[in-house]
C-alpha cells in the first residue's frame, strides 16, 4: 500500500518532511497535493498539484493523510476537518494551542484513524537509552529529576519575521510550547507526569515579545520524588543537563556524555547497614554514549506511514502531546496565577485564562529583513 499525502503548510519544517519524501528517505508514502497561500516552487518544481485552501486539498480526496505544518493557531481548525473527514493526520507540535484544543480534536478520532504528531525527540538514541533504564527499574526509586536546558538560544530575528510566533493569539506560549516541548514530552515520556507544578517565567525579558522566552518549574511525583526544569532562549552558549537520580544510582546527560552511575549497594541499604560515618556506596560508572545521529523527523513521518499501512505501534501517538502540552500549559497557569497547580490540569481553567491574553493579543506585522536559514541548527 502506497499512502497519499498532503502537506499543509509549505515553510521550512513543511519543506523539510516533503525533502524526505521526494529523496526516498521515506518508503511507502508520495506527495499527491500541498497546500500553501502564495506560490510553492516544490509543487512547480515536482509537477504536485498545489491548492490555496485546505479545505479544498482534503475535499478533492486525492489523499489518505496529510501532514499539518501550518503555525499553531490553525492546528485546531485544520485537525477537526481533517480528522472529521476521515484522514488520517501526522501533526506538527504542539498539537493545539492548549490541552482543552488537543482534546476537542482527539474526540474526532476515529476507529483505525492514525492521529500522530511529530513527537520526534523520542527516536533520539540518547534518550530511549535513559528510558530504558528506567523502564528496566536499573535507577531503583527515583529521588530527584533536573533538566537544565538553556540551549534554545534564539535571535531577535528569529521572532521577528514570522507574524504569529511568539504571540498568544498565535502560538499561545513562547519556549514552553515551542522549543521546550520537546523536552517536557521526553521529560514525561522517561520519568511520568508530576503530581504538581509550580512555575515561574520571564515574558519578553529577552526579546521584544509578549510571551515566555525564559522560565522554571519545580514538580512533585507520586513517590515523593521532586523536580526541577530551567529553560530559555535567551542564553548562549546554554547549557543542556539532564539527571535522573534514584535510590539506586543516576543517569546523566550533558549534552554531549551519557553516563550511569550504579551505586553497590543501593543508597538506602548502605545508609542502613554501614558502619562508616563518612561513607557512601561504591559507584560503577559506563559510558552509554550514543554518537549515531538519526534523521528524527523522516523517523516519525516513516512510522506514521507504517502505522497507517501495517498498523505498526505510533512512536508518537496525539494523545501522548496532551501530556507534555498539559506541563507547559501548568508552568504558565502558575507563573500567572502565583500558585501551586495540581495534576492533571484544568485544562479548561487554563483555556479561558489563556483566551483573555489572546483577546488582548495581535498578530505582528513580519519583518521582511533577509534571513540565512539553516534548519540543521534549529534542533537541539
Known sequence: M??????????????????????????????????????????????????????ELIDKQVCDAVIVATPTYSHLEIGCYALSRGLHVLMEKPIGLSVAEGEQMLELVQPKQVFGLMLNQRTDPV??????????????????????????????????????????????????????????DILQWICGMPRSIQGFCGFGKYHNIEVEDEATAFFEYENGATGSFIGSTGESPGVNRFDIIGDRGMISYDGEKLLHFENRPSTSQFSQTTSEMFGQPEVCITDLSVRSPINQHATILQNFINAISSNESLIGPAEEGLKALAIANAILLSAWDREQIQMPLDSARF?????????????????EAEVNIDMEASFR
Open 351 to 367: 483555556h479561558k485564562t489563556l483566551n483573555e491574553r489572546r483577546s488582548q493579543s495581535r498578530l505582528r506585522a513580519a519583518s
Open 127 to 184: 534518550f530511549v537509552a535513559m528510558k530504558k533504564k528506567v523502564d528496566e527499574n536499573l535507577l531503583g526509586s527515583l529521588q530527584r529529576i533536573n533538566w537544565t536546558m538553556t540551549n534554545w538560544f534564539r535571535p531577535e530575528i528569529y521572532f521577528q519575521t514570522s507574524n504569529w510566533r511568539a504571540t498568544w493569539a498565535g502560538e499561545g506560549g513562547g519556549l514552553l510550547v515551542n522549543q521546550c516541548i520537546h523536552n517536557l
Open 2 to 55: 502506497t499512502v497519499r499525502l498532503g502537506i499543509i503548510g509549505v515553510g521550512n519544517i513543511g519543506l523539510q518532511h516533503a525533502n524526505n519524501i521526494l529523496s526516498g528517505v521515506i518508503q511507502g508514502g508520495i506527495i499527491t497535493a500541498v497546500s500553501a497561500r502564495g506560490s510553492c516552487s516544490l509543487a512547480e518544481q515536482f509537477n504536485i498539484p498545489q491548492y490555496s485552501n485546505y479545505k
